[in-house]
């Protein structure tokens, strides 16, 4: 399964939304990611056709299985990265834009010792 880093960006922000706010809708996806509401439409169809969100008749957005276990480790590499960039005396604010950035293209050996790293560390 390939999926493209806008992609990735989408369901992470499903994640993040449905986390902090119980629901999910378009203009939500739209005012988080400062992007338009017919992007997000645009992108919704592809990922509503790769089987990766359901949209229901309200025009809530829900994750499938697939779409959650995207967007899980998209959200896991996005903290971790970040607390390590702030461990290492980077802003906060420019740690998780960075991570953002990071998260998409790190290999899963990098990222793997960066979480062990970081766990015997006690972060």
């Known amino acids: 399964m390939i999926i493209k880093e806008s992609g990735?960006?989408?369901?992470?922000?499903?994640?993040?939304?449905?986390?902090r706010c119980g629901h999910v809708r378009s203009i939500d996806i739209?005012?988080?990611?400062?992007v338009t509401?017919?992007?997000?439409?645009?992108?919704?169809?592809?990922?509503?056709?790769?089987?990766f969100i359901v949209i229901d008749s309200s025009g809530s957005i829900t994750l499938t299985e697939k779409g959650l276990s995207i967007a899980e480790t998209m959200y896991e590499r996005h903290r971790i990265i970040a607390k390590a960039l702030i461990a290492m005396g980077v802003s906060e604010e420019t740690a998780y834009e960075d991570s953002c950035k990071i998260e998409h293209h790190i290999s899963e050996e990098s990222f793997e010792k960066l979480k062990e790293y970081l766990v015997s560390k006690g972060f």
């Open 37 to 51: 509401k017919p992007s997000v439409s645009v992108a919704m169809k592809k990922l509503r056709e790769e089987g």
């Open 8 to 19: 990735e960006n989408y369901l992470e922000t499903i994640h993040m939304l449905n986390k």
């Open 30 to 34: 739209a005012t988080e990611l400062s």
